[in-house]
């Protein structure tokens, strides 16, 4: 986890906030410009080194109204335990969801794998190096499974399931993939309840005695998995900026209108008057 | 509402970037050939369950959001963890909404 906190230079920022992220985040803390028109491109080299070229271009601008951008990656890379030989990948159909058949490499191996048959689905695990890191495919029974598989997949569940696996003598063929994919949060946070954050009622006062709202909640990842294992990464930044500052409302009296004066403890009223012409007497 | 634990949560995140310096190094006779155990306290595990059930949940919600034929892929973790920083500058209803 590679997590920087990135203040606009004309932003004052409690200590205490900063601190605790640069100590027990342990975040690089950095300063930008609001104005500069390469504060995207900083942003988006320091992503770039800390997730080995994986996550690029990730900022394509910035509002010049940021004060502030909580940046985090990570990074992996881990090598099967069971490596797959690439003399024995071929070229097989994979069916795609709109029922079309792609030709796609088609890594192959026979190996014991830990692999659990649900109702629905198969359930089957590959794992890393000492097998810290693993990663669990979940094949639902069906081209177009995921959708009946997807609300059972819970914490819950999982565990359950995980712990009902066995390992068995598996004829395994498993597609090559490479992908990125990039994703703005902010609303699917908010159907989550986070909300309140990316709203002026937004409390953020342990970061500024200047009020401040989550603008974006920016996301990007890519995988690659072949014959040796997976490389993967992802970035995420939070941006804030200050909240819509409550304009003086003008109120200018410049033409026909009435008053009440009256007494406020009984609220009985005393005098009531029309004013057309504040001149005429 | 649960009440949020920083330091856990601090700890934890932690004890993420230790694992992955373990993950990277290069393949030699001395890496050890079974999971190095990693023990947690209850804390810990609450959280890290927690952890998964925003995870599975925001896959959820990005899947409903993307089109049927996208690949997609997310880092919940990093997600959180990004957004815990903001909420380590929260006060009030803000700082339970985040902490959920």
């Not at chain 1, 992220?21 to 080194?49: C, H, M, R």
């Not at chain 1, 695990?125 to 669990?136: R, T």
């Not at chain 1, 703005?184 to 989550?192: C, G, N, W, Y």
């Not at chain 2, 925003?54 to 880092?75: G, H, P, Q, R, Y």
Request: aromatic letters at 10%; charged letters at 20%.
């Amino acid at each position: 986890m590679l997590p920087s906190v990135w203040t606009a230079n004309n932003f004052v920022v409690k200590k205490p906030f900063i601190n605790t992220l640069t100590q027990y985040y342990t975040a690089e803390s950095k300063s930008f410009d609001p104005t500069d028109p390469l504060v995207p491109e900083q942003v988006n080299s320091w992503i770039e080194g800390k997730t080995n070229g994986l996550i690029k271009n990730m900022l394509d601008q910035l509002d010049q109204n940021t004060v502030m951008l909580l940046i985090n990656a990570i990074y992996f890379k881990g090598k099967w335990t069971s490596q797959f030989d690439k003399n024995e990948t071929i070229q097989a159909s994979f069916l795609k969801p709109n029922g079309a058949t792609a030709q796609v490499p088609m890594m192959k191996q026979t190996s014991d794998f830990k692999i659990y048959s649900g109702e629905g689905f198969t359930l089957a695990e590959f794992p890393y190096g000492q097998a810290n890191f693993v990663m669990d495919v979940i094949l639902p029974s069906g081209n177009n499974g995921i959708s009946n598989i997807l609300p059972l997949i819970t914490d819950q569940n999982l565990k359950g399931w995980l712990d009902l696996m066995s390992k068995r003598k598996a004829d395994v063929s498993f597609p090559k993939f490479k992908y990125g994919y990039k994703k703005e949060l902010k609303s699917i946070l908010s159907d989550m309840g986070m909300g309140i954050a990316f709203t002026d009622n937004a409390d953020f006062s342990n970061i500024s005695d200047i009020n401040l709202l989550i603008s974006f909640v920016l996301h990007q990842a890519f995988i690659e998995t072949n014959e040796e294992g997976t490389e993967a990464a992802a970035a995420t930044i939070v941006g804030m900026e200050p909240t819509a500052i409550i304009s003086r409302y003008n109120l200018n009296i410049d033409h026909p209108f009435l008053y009440i004066i009256r007494e406020t403890t009984t609220n009985s009223i005393i005098f009531v008057g029309r004013v057309t012409d504040p001149l005429a007497v | 509402m649960k009440k949020f634990d920083l330091k856990t949560a601090i700890l934890t995140l932690f004890s993420v970037p230790l694992i992955f310096i373990s993950c990277k190094k290069e393949p030699s006779v001395t890496l050890p050939v079974d999971p190095v155990p990693i023990n947690l306290t209850a804390n810990q595990v609450s959280l890290i369950s927690s952890e998964n059930s925003f995870a599975l949940d925001i896959f959820k919600k990005v899947i409903e959001n993307s089109s049927e034929t996208e690949n997609i892929i997310i880092s919940p973790l990093c997600i959180s963890s990004a957004l815990s920083m903001t909420l380590n500058g929260s006060n009030g209803a803000t700082l339970s909404m985040d902490s959920e």
